[in-house]
Every structure is written in C-alpha cells, then in structure tokens.
C-alpha cells in the first residue's frame, strides 16, 4: 500500500531524531511492503531564519495533503527572546490549530528493564501502563480574553479557560474509545470544586459515560492526581484531562519511564477506534514529547525512542496498520531487554551508545 507522510525535523535534536523514526519507517515499509511517501518541511526556529513564519504557508500545504505528519521538536535559545513577534512555538500551536487536531495522546509505560532509571522506588512502577488524553485546542491556551496590560495601580494579565460542551463530549468520547480497547477504566481530571468549566466536564463526562456502559468512570481532582500518580501510579489506565492539566499531568507522569525521551505521543483530529484487526484512520500528527533540548543538539546523544514509538502510533492511528505499529513496539521492548541504552536511561554511567547506533539496533529488530 501507498502512504503519504509530511516530516516536520524542526529545531534542536528535531532532526537527528526524526532521521532515526524515518530509519524505521523505510524498514517497515520494506518489511510489510507499503510505500512511504516522505514529504519534508520547514517549522519552528529554521522556518523563522529562512522565511519570518513559523509555520510557511508552504508547510501547511503539505500537511494538509497527507495521511499523517511526523514531528521533531521546536525552539532553542536563539529564537527565546523577550518581545519577539514571532517563536518557533507557534508553528506547532498553528498546525494543531489549523488541522483540527484537538485530542492529544500520550502513553506512559514503566518498562521493567529501566526501573533503576527512574527516580521511584522500583516496586511502585510494577504494571504501570496509562494513557494520558489531553484536549489540545481549547481552555486556557486559546480562550479568550487572553491579553496583558497595565493600569495606575500595575501590571495586569489575564487567561481564559473557556470549554463548550462539544469541546468536552468529543475528547472525553477518546478517553471512553481508548478504555474500551484497554483495562475498561477512565478517570476523568478536573477541578469541581472551583472551575465552572471544570463543573461542565464533569456533567458531560458522566453523560458520555451512559453510552459505554463496560467502561468505569471516576472523577479525581486534578492537584490529588498528581499526588496518586507517584503514590499509585499502577491504578490508571486511560486519564482524560483538559489542555492545561493534560500537559501538566503528562508531564509528570513522564517520570514513570525513566526519561522524557523515552515517550511518545499523537495529535487526532477524529477518535480513534480499533476492532483488533486495523484501526479506522484519522489524520494526526506524531512527535515525542521532549522539546527540542539545544544543549545535546549535534552531540549524537539523544534518546530516539520517543519519535520512534511516534511512528508506532502514526502507523496505527493514521495508517491503520496494527501489525506494523506492534512490530515496531516489540523491537523497542526487545533491544532494551537487550541491554542498549542512549545516555539518558544510562544508571552506571557507562556502554551508552549514539542516537544513530540506537536507531540502527531498533530498525534491523523491526
């Protein structure tokens, strides 16, 4: 089969970690015989140095003529200025934005051969494996007002978290979709007893719930689940949060793996569903959840695992291609049973290996 994928590198170790998820890709293709369409494009700090726009009209159209779009990281510190008109960070906003894509996820798994590598004692990581929902296009990032200004009496700024009950039944929908297929568990983030349009998410959710009755919903408060995310991280199974706490929260919970640049996550336009056999496609957009981290950039030392488990969920979540998707998962689970580590999940400060050598080990196991 033929596919048509948009690669956005980006800034910072964007590129070098990319090149490792294309790696596998071309390895996939072979492998199951698909053809990948590659199309690159300009985004974040490069795209500003060579064309004043963070996201160029021309990226866009590539994205818009896609299956999916595979995502490096933007920003470093030559583009951080105080004031600027324009940062690389509104590449990514523009596109999610642009495309629709409103329903952000992000697993989390505690691998049993990388518990020393995180922070955790290792008995509370046993069976830790969640997924985390995140709305992307709503709430405090894009409500409006929005604005800062200044009176006699000082500085003043405001943000508005602003939800519709379309907003919320559309991602809580994900949340119940991913449960289903999972431990049957949903536990919705949000904060009742003070947010009005925490209120709203949680009447809504409870009405969702009515349609998948095989599915068990609780509510937390999202400041105690940060508490129980370390406490007990092995309760949950698929959390749904609003743009805010979902960033917060996944954030967090990325501490579980040992490392940021071990997970991955995808950007949907639509809710994804699966009868086991293939899933039924929706457009999104695939990148690790690390940023662009300028200070290990072209040192050949970044963990690609990330962007590389990116590529699993675009091959299952846009491509439909499960058995592809699952193929590249085993390999990553095999080589780190293996031994092989990138300095980040390193515990004995020796026999790490490049972000190349890496990426190798993974594709030749695909």
């Excluded at 523009?94 to 020393?116: C, E, Q, S």
């Excluded at 095999?334 to 580590?341: N, W």
Aim: charged share 25%; with cysteine; hydrophobic share 40%.
């Amino acid at each position: 089969m033929n596919f048509s994928v948009t690669v956005l590198p980006g800034d910072g170790i964007g590129p070098e970690v990319t090149a490792e998820a294309v790696k596998v890709l071309d390895v996939v293709g072979d492998r199951f015989g698909h053809t990948f369409d590659l199309k690159f494009g300009k985004i974040g700090g490069t795209a500003i140095d060579e064309t004043g726009m963070a996201l160029p009209v021309e990226t866009i159209d590539k994205c818009s003529k896609v299956d999916a779009i595979l995502f490096g990281a933007v920003g470093g510190p030559k583009w951080d200025k105080a004031g600027a008109s324009v940062r690389p960070e509104d590449g990514i906003l523009a596109i999610r934005k642009n495309l629709g894509l409103f329903a952000n996820l992000r697993p989390v798994k505690a691998y049993p051969t990388l518990v020393n590598s995180s922070p955790l004692k290792p008995h509370l990581l046993k069976d830790v494996d969640m997924m985390i929902v995140r709305e992307l296009t709503g709430g405090l990032y894009f409500g409006k007002p929005k604005k800062r200004w200044t009176t006699s009496r000082g500085r003043r700024g405001v943000d508005t978290m602003k939800y519709t009950e379309q907003e919320i039944e559309r991602i809580v929908r994900v949340g119940f979709e991913l449960a289903q297929g999972r431990r049957k568990l949903l536990t919705s983030a949000d904060k009742f007893n003070v947010l009005e349009s925490s209120r709203l998410w949680r009447e809504v959710a409870i009405e969702v719930s009515e349609e998948y009755p095989d599915v068990e919903l609780e509510h937390i408060l999202v400041d105690n689940l940060a508490m129980q995310l370390i406490r007990d991280p092995s309760h949950y199974d698929v959390i749904v949060a609003e743009n805010t706490f979902g960033d917060i929260i996944s954030d967090e919970a990325a501490v579980l793996s040992g490392s940021l640049g071990m997970l991955p996550s995808a950007s949907l336009a639509g809710v994804p569903r699966s009868d086991g056999e293939r899933s039924f496609t929706v457009l999104g957009l695939y990148e690790p959840i690390h940023g662009s981290a300028p200070d290990i950039a072209g040192r050949g030392i970044a963990n690609p695992v990330g962007t590389i488990l990116s590529t699993a969920m675009l091959l299952r979540h846009s491509l439909g291609l499960n058995s592809e998707a699952k193929a590249v998962e085993d390999s990553v689970d095999g080589i780190l049973a293996e031994g092989y580590r990138t300095p980040d999940i390193v515990t004995d400060g020796t026999g790490a290996i490049s972000t190349k050598e890496f990426g190798d080990l993974i594709a030749g196991r695909v």
